[in-house]
Nanobody
Framework: VQLQASGGGLVQAGGSLRLSCAAS????????MGWYRQAAGKQRELVAD???????NYGDSVKGRFTISRDNARNTVVLQMNSLKPEDTAVYYC??????????WGQGTLVTVSS
């Protein structure tokens, strides 16, 4: 299973970015798709995730600013990030959890928000 993430980059505070992650390979039924992030010197934390049924879960720091969505037919998950803040600067990783509860991680994409 391969996860290909894209969409990171440099943006000014208040701006927007859209991250996308596509899963390919021998994929069993995907249960949860999500995004995590890790800032320098900090632990990896949940940004948002979404179940196959469309239920979403957001980290407290991004509620109201970020929106997660998925396309089950294309095994793709998208994170729309609005009103970005410098503290959103981190490497963002996509993750999938299949119905056997096996987890797969993408390679990470860097998001830098300048003040």
């Amino acid at each position: 299973v391969q996860l290909q993430a894209s969409g990171g980059g440099l943006v000014q505070a208040g701006g927007s970015l859209r991250l996308s992650c596509a899963a390919s390979g021998s994929i069993f039924s995907i249960n949860v798709m999500g995004w995590y992030r890790q800032a320098a010197g900090k632990q990896r934390e949940l940004v948002a995730d979404i179940t196959s049924g469309g239920s979403t879960n957001y980290g407290d720091s991004v509620k109201g600013r970020f929106t997660i969505s998925r396309d089950n037919a294309r095994n793709t998950v998208v994170l729309q990030m609005n009103s970005l803040k410098p503290e959103d600067t981190a490497v963002y990783y996509c993750k999938i959890l299949d119905s056997r509860r096996l987890a797969y991680w993408g390679q990470g994409t860097l998001v830098t928000v300048s003040s």
